[in-house]
């Protein structure tokens, strides 16, 4: 907020080892575009929250980017978690000049190196980026994952309030019969959006039929 963005650049590594002195678990990488180009070509950090915490978020890692604004731009991706009273748990971040398979490749597997909560067990949730798409059954094979069913609703190419009610509803249904009578009432209504929505895997949005949707759920 105040200061030079340059001066503020230039302080990172010093910042990021005073936050060290304080969390010794604290994890960072800052990498410059040279030995002699030291200006930075990207950098990432982790939060070193106790292994005891990590134990008591729930198994869902949610992973998104935004774009960084000023003047001097890039892209922020993100991994967060949701602790037991839904509440979003930060865990990791990388700044880096734009967002490719590479930088996320990067990304995940330091995040996955650094997670002491990563197991079999775990679903990762993020919406239909190729990148993240192409990156995440390579990153995390045995993981299961699912694609945000928020951003599936927001492309659905509709302005009826009753296609998007039906959507939610097709989402949260418990049973087949309640599955299919929502999947009907949108075909009803708009023929083209339930198109877009079987495009997509319902094992990969339906509560009905993801793994571990109990944990999902409360995403939407």
């Known amino acids: 907020m105040r200061g030079y963005f340059e001066k503020a650049y230039q302080l990172l590594t010093s910042y990021f080892a005073e936050v060290r002195l304080v969390d010794p678990e604290f994890v960072f990488d800052i990498q410059t575009m040279s030995c002699k ?7 990432f ?5 106790p292994k005891k915490t990590y134990k008591l978020l729930r198994p869902i ?17 993100i991994t967060i978690a949701i602790d037991p009273s839904n509440h979003i748990f930060p865990l990791a971040f990388l700044v880096i000049e734009s967002e490719t398979i590479k930088s996320w490749t990067y990304f995940l597997k330091m995040f996955g ?4 909560g990563f197991d079999t067990r775990i679903i990762v949730i993020f919406n239909r980026n190729f990148r ?19 951003h ?18 097709a989402i949260e249904a418990l ?7 929502y999947m009907n009432s949108i075909q ?15 094992e990969t949005w339906s509560n009905l039929y993801i793994l571990m949707s109990k944990y999902v759920n409360i995403l939407y």
């Open 61 to 77: 890692v949610v992973i998104d980017r935004t774009f960084i604004k000023g003047r001097y731009r890039g892209t922020l991706l």
């Open 45 to 49: 950090w982790f939060f070193g929250a």
């Open 188 to 202: 009803n209504t708009d023929p083209m959006g339930v198109q877009y929505v079987l495009g997509i895997p319902k």
């Open 37 to 43: 180009d030291t200006r930075f070509a990207r950098y």
């Open 132 to 150: 993240i798409v192409n990156v995440v059954p390579k990153v995390f094979p045995f993981t299961a994952y699912t694609f945000c069913a928020f």
């Open 113 to 116: 190196f650094n997670f002491y």
């Open 152 to 169: 599936i609703s927001n492309n659905i190419k509709t302005t009826l309030e009753s296609m998007s009610i039906a959507f939610r509803m």
């Open 175 to 181: 049973t087949s019969i309640d599955f299919d009578k």
